[in-house]
């Protein structure tokens, strides 16, 4: 019969090498949805179990995984130490009730074997009988689940940072495994490799070259960690090409090959690459879903738009979609231009798109608002977050039920019918007399809850009072601004560094600093993106003087030492850094 799980930490030594160990349980357990999370299911919660159960290369029969994550061959059985359960509730004790043994959601448990003496590759037999034999593959990734299990914030990247995540076996010969088998060490391949120093350069020293190279050549490294180590190599090496071409291409030629009219305001529009050229993998990487990019138009303006749909099929000719609203009102060119001057088999000319929205893997919850055309900066994110089983609301404000663009995808995604909550939409008509109330949604949103807003600037301006008079942290809310005061008073800035040295300029009333910046060094002499302030793509540094700082992409702390040149403006005199 098993002992029971070890609960003296502090008399085992984690660094100990290790030949062989005992398994304290074995556990295994069926997708379930998550407490207060009536929409994520997991397989976390495993129940012990006593007697043989057999294993095959997917796993421990009838145990079931969230495909999305866990899971398959690299990760057919999760092991984890009981060993640090008692030290994790002794530095968590809001939580010291939950951390015993499966909390992690692990199949085995040992006392001994840890991710400081077991390596990539590692061989385990069991006995006394079994044909079973396991391979050491992968450190375990944690998830935002580990923090909705624990009931705590921000808690997922402390696994990592501690070493204490667990790790993953394949299994390279099937058979039956129960509670009091030995494991022993049949062969170590990589004894410098622990799953400790993997993650050392998986989450930390992730711009090491040589050790990426090394990493992504392992062959009993699981695919998961492998290719994100292939794809730092191949990042790294393009970025080296890129260097000795001295040539960072900026504007590509695109034809408008689709229009549709989404509403009597937004239309949408399908630009397609003239020319067939393979992107780098550094620029794909900024077509993840919340991207923007910049267009340049033939009346000479240049306006930023989020991207709601790109593909690159066969790394031929990349087709992005974007959707832009027509107010006369609030126009500052560019949409009228697009609107009632660009017709299908026009040439537009795009800037390589820039990564807008960060996604956030800590949340257990996503909260949206959104109104108007403001959908386009989210629908893109909203899909990669259903199609990966993350927990997501979106609340969307429109004039009318008719005035709904991209309604089939938002259907897809669980659009309700007015003020009523569909699977993931709730729709608000002020036509029908239903208002989107901020101050509502933030006192009614769960735990852990990452907050993101796109709108006009009322209702940028609500959220923004809403989230700092309910104490949200500036990391869990995300304003995706896309109107933004740029006018004020005319300010002078000494523009030191390699590019001005002690060059004065004027910003005048109606100018952006970002605009005199560009005007008086170059295009290049400053990148940009957004033009609103949302993404910090246009920061410079500020040595000297006052700054009315607008946009939302610095935060308190960063405002001392920088400013977001398209929308911030200096009063009186300012001296910045470039």
């Given at each position: 019969?098993?002992?029971?799980?070890?609960?003296?930490?502090?008399?085992?030594?984690?660094?100990?090498?290790?030949?062989?160990?005992?398994?304290?349980?074995?556990?295994?357990?069926?997708?379930?949805?998550?407490?207060?999370?009536?929409?994520?299911?997991?397989?976390?919660?495993?129940?012990?179990?006593?007697?043989?159960?057999?294993?095959?290369?997917?796993?421990?029969?009838?145990?079931?995984?969230?495909?999305?994550?866990?899971?398959?061959?690299?990760?057919?059985?999760?092991?984890?130490?009981?060993?640090?359960?008692?030290?994790?509730?002794?530095?968590?004790?809001?939580?010291?009730?939950?951390?015993?043994?499966?909390?992690?959601?692990?199949?085995?448990?040992?006392?001994?074997?840890?991710?400081?003496?077991?390596?990539?590759?590692?061989?385990?037999?069991?006995?006394?009988?079994?044909?079973?034999?396991?391979?050491?593959?992968?450190?375990?990734?944690?998830?935002?689940?580990?923090?909705?299990?624990?009931?705590?914030?921000?808690?997922?990247?402390?696994?990592?940072?501690?070493?204490?995540?667990?790790?993953?076996?394949?299994?390279?010969?099937?058979?039956?495994?129960?509670?009091?088998?030995?494991?022993?060490?049949?062969?170590?391949?990589?004894?410098?490799?622990?799953?400790?120093?993997?993650?050392?350069?998986?989450?930390?020293?992730?711009?090491?070259?040589?050790?990426?190279?090394?990493?992504?050549?392992?062959?009993?490294?699981?695919?998961?960690?492998?290719?994100?180590?292939?794809?730092?190599?191949?990042?790294?090496?393009?970025?080296?090409?890129?260097?000795?071409?001295?040539?960072?291409?900026?504007?590509?030629?695109y034809t408008v090959i689709e229009t549709k009219k989404e509403t009597e305001r937004i239309t949408s529009f399908v630009l397609l690459?003239?020319?067939?050229?393979?992107?780098?993998?550094?620029?794909?990487?900024?077509?993840?879903?919340?991207?923007?990019?910049?267009?340049?138009?033939?009346?000479?303006?240049?306006?930023?738009?989020?991207?709601?749909?790109?593909?690159?099929?066969?790394?031929?000719?990349?087709?992005?979609?974007?959707?832009?609203?027509?107010?006369?009102?609030?126009?500052?060119?560019?949409?009228?231009?697009?609107?009632?001057?660009?017709?299908?088999?026009?040439?537009?000319?795009?800037?390589?798109?820039?990564?807008?929205?960060?996604?956030?893997?800590?949340?257990?919850?996503?909260?949206?608002?959104?109104?108007?055309?403001g959908i386009t900066a989210f629908l893109s994110l909203l899909e990669y977050y259903k199609s990966i089983n993350y927990s997501y609301?979106?609340?969307?404000?429109?004039?009318?039920?008719?005035?709904?663009?991209?309604?089939?995808?938002?259907?897809?995604?669980?659009?309700?019918?007015?003020?009523?909550?569909?699977?993931?939409?709730?729709?608000?008509?002020?036509?029908?007399?239903?208002?989107?109330?901020?101050?509502?949604?933030?006192?009614?949103?769960?735990?852990?809850?990452?907050?993101?807003?796109?709108?006009?600037?009322?209702?940028?301006?609500?959220?923004?009072?809403?989230?700092?008079?309910?104490?949200?942290?500036?990391?869990?809310?995300?304003?995706?601004?896309?109107?933004?005061?740029?006018?004020?008073?005319?300010?002078?800035?000494?523009?030191?560094?390699?590019?001005?040295?002690?060059?004065?300029?004027?910003?005048?009333?109606?100018?952006?600093?970002?605009?005199?910046?560009?005007?008086?060094?170059?295009?290049?002499?400053?990148?940009?993106?957004?033009?609103?302030?949302?993404?910090?793509?246009?920061?410079?540094?500020?040595?000297?003087?006052?700054?009315?700082?607008?946009?939302?992409?610095?935060?308190?702390?960063?405002?001392?030492?920088s400013m977001l040149s398209c929308v911030s403006r200096g009063v009186g005199r300012i001296t910045i850094e470039i």
């Amino acid at each position: 019969m098993a002992s029971s799980p070890s609960t003296q930490a502090e008399t085992i030594d984690l660094y100990a090498p290790i030949t062989s160990d005992t398994i304290l349980q074995v556990r295994l357990g069926k997708m379930k949805n998550m407490p207060n999370l009536l929409t994520i299911q997991s397989g976390i919660d495993k129940q012990e179990i006593h007697g043989p159960i057999y294993v095959d290369k997917w796993g421990l029969e009838g145990d079931e995984h969230d495909m999305t994550f866990h899971g398959g061959i690299d990760k057919a059985v999760h092991g984890y130490c009981s060993t640090h359960y008692p030290t994790w509730a002794t530095e968590n004790p809001t939580a010291s009730s939950k951390f015993i043994p499966g909390g992690f959601g692990e199949n085995l448990s040992f006392a001994h074997l840890n991710e400081r003496n077991i390596c990539i590759g590692d061989t385990f037999s069991i006995s006394p009988s079994s044909t079973l034999t396991l391979q050491v593959s992968l450190p375990r990734q944690p998830c935002f689940k580990l923090n909705h299990r624990f009931s705590l914030k921000n808690f997922a990247p402390q696994t990592y940072k501690l070493n204490r995540t667990g790790f993953y076996f394949r299994v390279l010969s099937p058979g039956y495994i129960k509670a009091g088998d030995k494991l022993s060490l049949i062969s170590r391949s990589h004894p410098e490799w622990t799953i400790q120093k993997i993650q050392q350069y998986l989450h930390e020293e992730k711009e090491n070259f040589e050790m990426n190279r090394i990493l992504s050549e392992i062959e009993e490294l699981g695919a998961e960690a492998k290719d994100a180590f292939k794809g730092r190599v191949k990042k790294h090496l393009a970025k080296e090409k890129r260097e000795k071409r001295n040539k960072v291409i900026k504007w590509r030629d695109y034809t408008v090959i689709e229009t549709k009219k989404e509403t009597e305001r937004i239309t949408s529009f399908v630009l397609l690459e003239c020319q067939t050229e393979e992107k780098e993998e550094e620029e794909l990487e900024q077509l993840k879903p919340g991207a923007h990019a910049k267009i340049r138009l033939g009346n000479g303006l240049v306006r930023a738009y989020s991207i709601v749909s790109s593909s690159y099929p066969k790394k031929s000719r990349l087709k992005i979609e974007i959707g832009v609203s027509l107010d006369p009102q609030t126009t500052r060119g560019g949409s009228k231009y697009l609107h009632e001057t660009v017709e299908i088999g026009d040439t537009l000319q795009l800037s390589t798109p820039t990564a807008g929205i960060p996604v956030s893997r800590a949340a257990s919850h996503h909260v949206f608002v959104a109104a108007g055309v403001g959908i386009t900066a989210f629908l893109s994110l909203l899909e990669y977050y259903k199609s990966i089983n993350y927990s997501y609301i979106l609340h969307y404000a429109v004039r009318s039920e008719e005035e709904v663009p991209f309604r089939s995808r938002l259907e897809a995604l669980g659009l309700g019918g007015n003020g009523k909550e569909g699977r993931g939409v709730v729709l608000y008509s002020k036509a029908a007399g239903s208002r989107l109330d901020v101050r509502c949604i933030i006192e009614n949103m769960q735990w852990n809850t990452q907050l993101y807003f796109c709108g006009p600037k009322r209702l940028m301006d609500e959220a923004a009072k809403e989230t700092r008079a309910h104490g949200i942290a500036e990391k869990e809310v995300h304003f995706e601004a896309f109107e933004a005061d740029l006018s004020g008073d005319p300010f002078e800035v000494v523009v030191d560094g390699t590019k001005g040295g002690g060059v004065v300029i004027r910003v005048g009333e109606e100018e952006t600093l970002l605009e005199c910046l560009q005007k008086e060094f170059g295009d290049d002499a400053v990148d940009s993106s957004c033009c609103v302030g949302n993404c910090g793509t246009c920061r410079v540094g500020l040595k000297d003087g006052r700054v009315d700082h607008r946009g939302t992409a610095l935060t308190e702390d960063e405002k001392s030492t920088s400013m977001l040149s398209c929308v911030s403006r200096g009063v009186g005199r300012i001296t910045i850094e470039i």
